[in-house]
Each structure stands twice: as C-alpha cells, then as structure tokens.
C-alpha cells in the first residue's frame, strides 16, 4: 500500500510540475523569427497605444529573450509575427526595449558596413546609413524618452526602426 501511495505521489509531483511548466512563460519565450518572404515584413507597424498593458510587457520580455537566442542584437515585432511598433536591443549597457520609436534626426554624414538579419538568414550586405541620430520612444513604463545615437547604436536603431516601416535590408544593400 505505501508503494502504491508513493507511485501516485510521484505521478501527482509531475503533473504538478508539468502543469507548472505549461502556465509558465517557459513556452511562450519559443517565439519564431519570421524569415522572408513574409507579408508581416512588408508592412507599417501599429503604434502601441497601452504600452502598460501586461501582454506588451510580456511580449517585450519574450523578444528580449527570442534575441538572444536567435544571436541577434536587435529584433522588432514584426520579426515574431506581430505588427506592433516594438522593438529590443541588446547592446553595452543591457537590452533596451522601444515603444513607438521614430527617428526625428539623421546626420548627413553616412556610414557604409555588412549588415545582416535574422529574418534573411544567410544574405549579408553592405548598407549606408547615418552616422548619428535622434529618436523619440516610450519606454515599457510609458514614459517619453529622447536620446541620441551614433555608430553602431545608431546603426542597429535604423535598422530595427526600418523594420517597423516594412524596409528590410535588402532593400538598402549598396552592392
């Protein structure tokens, strides 16, 4: 009888665990990248009007760590599958997550280098694009935030932001 007890303990300790497994946002960090040709890379994001809302919250976390995984240093939305204008990066001081991002400066002084993207696996190119910038964004607790960017910060920032406009680097290669 107690080996009996002890079987359905176990049993219910797994099922337990499993069920825990299944709630927890174990699974939904599984994002997939979306890869071309796919419709959702060719379209203007929607702005995000409840950047409070606990699925935007949950979705930029999900990125942060679909990024990471992908070897990325930067990924928007529409990468995963969601047309909202959201973006992560991941550069010097940690991730960066951006609401409605949208660049207000870009300096005339341009910067040729290879870039490549987790939704064109494979095809690298070399693009131009401004040395230095301005952007307008909210951060994940719907605060307003203006910031300057140069260089690589910079570089990734266009490249994300292009993203949410449906410009992908192909689009950009020099060569």
Not at 45 to 61: F, H
Not at 70 to 99: E, H, M, W, Y
Request: proline residues 3%.
């Amino acid at each position: 009888m107690l080996f009996v007890w002890f079987i359905v303990s176990c049993i219910l300790v797994s099922f337990n665990t499993v069920t825990r497994i299944l709630n927890s946002n174990i699974l939904k960090i599984m994002l997939k990248i979306i890869t071309h040709p796919n419709d959702i890379l060719r379209k203007k994001t929607q702005e995000i009007e409840n950047v409070l809302d606990p699925k935007i919250q949950q979705l930029a976390q999900d990125m942060i760590k679909a990024m990471g995984k992908g070897k990325g240093i930067g990924l928007a939305a529409p990468q995963i599958g969601k047309s909202l204008s959201l973006i992560t990066i991941d550069f010097q001081d940690g991730p960066l997550v951006l609401l409605n991002p949208r660049i207000t400066y870009f300096s005339k002084k341009k910067e040729g280098a290879e870039e490549g993207c987790l939704s064109l696996p494979g095809k690298f190119g070399q693009v131009e694009r401004s040395y230095k910038i301005r952007v307008k964004a909210q951060d994940l607790k719907g605060n307003k935030i203006k910031f300057k960017a140069e260089g690589l910060f910079a570089r990734v920032l266009q490249h994300e932001i292009d993203h949410l406009n449906g410009i992908l680097i192909i689009d950009k290669f020099i060569q």
